[in-house]
């Protein structure tokens, strides 16, 4: 079956993940048609944990968003835990995967079989999905610790030389990474090797504290009484075993969000490897100054509010710690993490036209430390999710002038509806809490299904709020005076063509919009019209036409 769309909608995989969370917000920005494969909770549905991660961002930047595609699944799962109507959308609308899914859990858990649950049986499954599914196009993020425990030069287009491995996280990424090269079907296989994940370079931001956070976190929840933690990283050398100059690669990951993106977004950029990594290691000396001093900064400010700070000895570091924590004992697993990083050698990434990974510096690590005490190593909480959505309310209103159109038999499939009628589409794009990006398709003027995404043949594009869309359906507010108040933009185009006028922001007031009189001179708009107002007709009206039409025999 040939796909909708040229490039389609990219189905992207671990959305609620650090990295995850910044390339879905990469790709909305950007109007990259989205869908976001990711698992319902007992606390919330899928759904609604994109909805609040998409408010979140539209919080911090102050403008509005298009919604993703949301398919729930799950990646341990044959068939990714997808019903057959998702599968069917998805095969119809996607040619490309970006798959950042993954489980950074350093030794296999014999319960719930982490790391090699998600990052091996989920990749095996989301490659047989693509198999199945005609998805030809793979960009799969790995890690540049697929090299191991090597030393000296690591190159791109290497992978297995018989290296020993430093944990399950590195082994487990190593298997997967095999299985998308080897994986036939597929005309591309884009592999993405990031070093160290940090926190976004501006503000410090993660939502997830492991691997480079751990003896920070383990260090500051030690340190709960008023005291001062040493000035110098002395103590956590020694602890760690380490002198200092050891090199950790370290990258921020709105950076390497940003340079995944613009991959994907070339075309002749696909079918390469790339060493996400920074040409300039950081060293763990400066690493663990940076934690100490963030430590000491939080201590000082919490001090100043009760007035007691004392000043230890040496000596009360390890007895603090002791009595916390057993530092050592905790940090074990991580020893090889802290190991000194061979020299990653970006020969495809010089070839790509991305910006160069930025220089960390000291202030950049403090600002990183800060961030995760300030957060309490607790994922930043985001706006909630309502429980109105406007997908909600297009499909109740399709159903009920379906209904009608059918004479109220719900048995009858609507074929007779659709074998001498003039199909069409038109695209909704709601933006703001509730939001939607979907499709209306048409058998003549009645409404009939609804659809997912974004439609590149829509006759019409509509953009509104979600509070406004319910004003219309409702009948309370009529498209005309929705229009020129500026609540609600229309265009007798598809949304690629309608979005030249930028959809980021709903314009205040009517002034730079066309009167309904004036919208209607062209034929597609008066079409377009018609068919938002007859959408919008109260049902009870409808109802009493209906009957009117039969009693006349019509």
């Known amino acids: 079956m040939k796909k909708t769309i040229p490039m389609g909608h990219v189905l992207l995989t671990g959305a609620t993940g650090l990295l995850g969370h910044f390339l879905m917000r990469d790709a909305l920005v950007a109007d990259q048609p989205l869908v976001v494969l990711t698992r319902d909770r007992k606390t919330n549905s899928a759904r609604e944990r994109i909805e609040q991660d998409v408010l979140a961002w539209e919080e911090r930047l102050q403008r509005f968003l298009p919604r993703p595609v949301v398919i729930a699944g799950e990646l341990s799962e044959s068939g990714i835990g997808v019903d057959s109507s998702d599968a069917s959308w998805i095969s119809r609308h996607c040619e490309t995967v970006l798959h950042s899914a993954a489980s950074v859990r350093f030794y296999a858990d014999s319960q719930t079989q982490e790391p090699y649950r998600t990052n091996l049986d989920g990749t095996r499954h989301l490659l047989e999905f693509c198999r199945r599914h005609r998805i030809v196009h793979f960009h799969h993020v790995s890690t540049a610790y697929v090299c191991g425990q090597r030393d000296g030069d690591v190159w791109e287009m290497q992978l297995d030389a018989g290296q020993a491995f430093g944990n399950d996280y590195e082994r487990s990424k190593f298997h997967a990474e095999l299985l998308v090269r080897h994986a036939d079907f597929l005309e591309s296989a884009t592999i993405y090797r990031p070093s160290i994940i940090v926190g976004e370079l501006a503000t410090g931001r993660t939502t997830t504290f492991h691997g480079y956070y751990t003896p920070l976190q383990?260090?500051?929840?030690?340190?709960?009484?008023?005291?001062?933690?040493?000035?110098?990283?002395?103590?956590?050398?020694?602890?760690?075993?380490?002198?200092?100059?050891?090199?950790?690669?370290?990258?921020?990951?709105?950076?390497?969000?940003?340079?995944?993106?613009?991959?994907?977004?070339?075309?002749?950029?696909?079918?390469?490897?790339?060493?996400?990594?920074?040409?300039?290691?950081?060293?763990?000396?400066?690493?663990?100054?940076?934690?100490?001093?963030?430590?000491?900064?939080?201590?000082?400010?919490?001090?100043?509010?009760?007035?007691?700070?004392?000043?230890?000895?040496?000596?009360?570091?390890?007895?603090?710690?002791?009595?916390?924590?057993?530092?050592?004992?905790?940090?074990?697993?991580?020893?090889?993490?802290?190991?000194?990083?061979?020299?990653?050698?970006?020969?495809?990434?010089?070839?790509?036209?991305?910006?160069?990974?930025?220089?960390?510096?000291?202030?950049?690590?403090?600002?990183?430390?800060?961030?995760?005490?300030?957060?309490?190593?607790?994922?930043?909480?985001?706006?909630?999710?309502?429980?109105?959505?406007?997908?909600?309310?297009?499909?109740?209103?399709?159903?009920?002038?379906?209904?009608?159109?059918?004479?109220?038999?719900?048995?009858?499939?609507?074929?007779?509806?659709?074998?001498?009628?003039?199909?069409?589409?038109i695209q909704f794009q709601v933006l703001g809490p509730g939001g939607t990006t979907c499709y209306l398709e048409y058998a003549d003027d009645t409404p009939m299904r609804l659809f997912h995404g974004t439609e590149p043949h829509a006759t019409g594009t509509v953009v509104t709020r979600l509070d406004i869309l319910r004003q219309l359906l409702a009948g309370q507010l009529g498209w005309d005076q929705a229009i020129v108040s500026g609540h609600c933009v229309v265009w007798a185009e598809p949304i690629s063509e309608a979005k030249e006028t930028g959809v980021d922001a709903l314009p205040s007031s009517g002034s730079n919009l066309a009167s309904p009189a004036e919208l209607e001179i062209g034929p597609a708009m008066q079409t377009l019209m018609r068919r938002l107002r007859r959408l919008c007709e109260p049902v009870e009206a409808m109802a009493s036409l209906a009957l009117t039409h039969k009693a006349n025999g019509r």
Request: aromatic share 8%; hydrophobic share 40%; proline share 6%.
């Open 218 to 425: 383990l260090a500051w929840f030690a340190f709960q009484g008023p005291t001062e933690f040493p000035d110098t990283s002395n103590w956590f050398l020694q602890q760690l075993g380490l002198d200092g100059d050891e090199g950790k690669n370290l990258v921020p990951v709105d950076w390497v969000a940003s340079v995944i993106g613009k991959i994907v977004e070339d075309r002749r950029r696909w079918g390469s490897t790339y060493h996400l990594t920074n040409p300039q290691a950081t060293s763990v000396r400066q690493m663990l100054d940076s934690m100490s001093q963030a430590i000491n900064d939080a201590l000082a400010k919490r001090s100043q509010g009760n007035g007691q700070r004392q000043t230890p000895s040496v000596d009360v570091a390890p007895a603090a710690i002791l009595a916390g924590v057993d530092f050592r004992q905790q940090m074990e697993p991580y020893r090889a993490y802290f190991r000194n990083d061979p020299t990653f050698h970006q020969d495809a990434l010089a070839e790509a036209d991305v910006p160069a990974c930025p220089v960390l510096e000291r202030d950049d690590l403090v600002r990183t430390a800060r961030f995760a005490i300030a957060s309490g190593f607790q994922r930043p909480r985001s706006p909630q999710a309502g429980n109105s959505f406007a997908e909600d309310l297009l499909s109740q209103a399709v159903a009920e002038h379906l209904s009608l159109a059918r004479g109220g038999d719900d048995d009858d499939d609507g074929a007779d509806l659709h074998a001498l009628a003039t199909m069409s589409a």
